[in-house]
């Protein structure tokens, strides 16, 4: 059997349809062989689609986008477990290039993903944070669960890693009281740190639209952001590993909902079943969009081929650009 499980070809393809496009090619020329997809992901877009194969509810739900224009997204859910994709409410995806605003992108909507999943019961959240279009350190999706971000006159900030920098006070006594008695599990496959030249600002600023001196500015905001939450529960948050992804949502999972950070593409493999199909196959073929340095950092084909390597089954990638 060969077992296809591919990584979306980003701005091209989704997963599914990769392998859907690897299956024909394969039947067309050896007929004979049994071909098993499973399309998966590493937290970024996808996510939510790979579990929804593996038995997972969609649950549909509008929300905020980046850049505060409504979006429809969709929660996976199974039992008291749900699936949220920040990049269905927040992600870089859903803003064409000519209308991103670096200073005001948003994390809010995924937020408002995580109260469609508490109002669904689920006392359990995988969050996959790739994939995002704000640099607000998830400020936003702290505005959304019930936190209220005050400037020194006492107004509530406006959206956006911009604004931070005039925050004064953080004020938790709105936060929804079910953030205490659910678990948080964060996918992602970056480990970058909240702050500096290695940072959340520095880092993905420029993908996301800003100019140097908005990184600037949304570096100085998203220090005062960790500041002021840092006074109220303390701990090194912003210096984690992972506290940087997805804009620094990554560090309001951490200090605000708890979280624990998985790599992504090991936490899917594991909630999709993979391991239990892969023992059944002779060949794995892997991939996705571009195929470079940053892949060896834990992406998708990596994850992939290191379990089948496990279980001694070779691997074959594909990929649009190879670079490494």
């Given at each position: 059997m060969v077992l296809l499980a591919p990584d979306k070809f980003k701005g091209s393809l989704s997963a599914a349809e990769v392998a859907d496009q690897l299956r024909v090619?394969?039947?067309?020329?050896?007929?004979d062989v049994e071909v098993r997809t499973?399309?998966?992901?590493?937290g970024g877009e996808g996510t939510v689609a790979a579990v929804l194969a593996t038995g997972f509810e969609p649950r549909t739900v509008r929300v905020t986008g980046p850049d505060g224009v409504p979006v429809v997204g969709l929660i996976a859910v199974r039992g008291d477990t749900a699936v949220v994709e920040l990049a269905q409410a927040s992600g870089l995806q859903l803003v064409a290039p000519a209308a991103r605003r670096a200073l005001l992108a948003s994390s809010?909507?995924?937020?408002?993903?995580i109260l469609a999943a508490l109002d669904a019961g689920c006392r359990a959240v995988v969050l996959?944070?790739?994939?995002?279009?704000?640099?607000?350190?998830g400020a936003g999706l702290a505005q959304a669960l019930g936190v209220r971000l005050l400037d020194s006159a006492g107004r509530d900030l406006g959206p956006g890693g911009g604004p931070l920098s005039g925050l004064a006070t953080v004020d938790l006594s709105g936060l929804d009281p079910r953030v205490a008695t659910t678990t948080f599990v964060i996918a992602s496959d970056v480990d970058h740190v909240l702050l500096g030249e290695g940072g959340a600002a520095a880092v993905f600023g420029p993908q996301k639209g800003a100019s140097p001196e908005q990184v600037a500015l949304l570096e100085a905001g998203l220090r005062r952001w960790s500041e002021r939450v840092t006074e109220l529960v303390g701990g090194d948050h912003a210096d984690a590993a992972g506290a940087g992804a997805a804009g620094g949502v990554g560090f309001a999972a951490r200090a605000l909902l708890g979280a624990e950070f998985r790599p992504g593409i090991q936490l899917l493999l594991e909630m999709t079943g993979f391991h239990t199909v892969l023992?059944?196959?002779?060949?794995?073929v892997t991939g996705e969009g571009s195929l470079d340095r940053q892949s060896l950092g834990g992406k998708t084909p990596v994850g992939v081929a290191r379990a089948a390597r496990a279980e001694g089954v070779p691997v074959v990638a594909v990929a649009g650009v190879t670079s490494l």
């Open positions: 090619g394969i039947s067309a020329r050896r007929p499973a399309p998966v992901a590493d809010y909507g995924t937020g408002e993903l996959g944070i790739g994939g995002s279009a704000s640099t607000d350190g023992r059944q196959a002779r060949l794995v």
